[in-house]
């Protein structure tokens, strides 16, 4: 895991056997896949075959559109 402070951005990727030199920190699997971002930040996970529930970077306001069609008031 990494931080990126200027943008905002945690990476999150699979572990390697080696230190790479970027300063990350190593996390267990039950532990990355719990992680979540502070407010305001975008967690990309780059690990292979990850999935996340709601992708931070792909979420958009909804449209007026959208809330005429939504069945909750």
Not at 36 to 44: D, H, R, Y
Not at 51 to 66: I, K
């Amino acid at each position: 895991m990494t931080f990126e402070y200027a943008a905002a951005r945690i990476e999150v990727l699979e572990l390697v056997g080696v230190a790479d030199g970027h300063g990350g920190y190593a996390m267990c699997e039950t532990h990355a896949d719990r992680l979540s971002p502070p407010v305001g930040w975008e967690l990309i996970d780059g690990r292979p075959g990850a999935r996340t529930l709601f992708p931070v970077s792909t979420l958009e306001p909804p449209t007026p559109a959208d809330a005429a069609d939504s069945d909750v008031a």
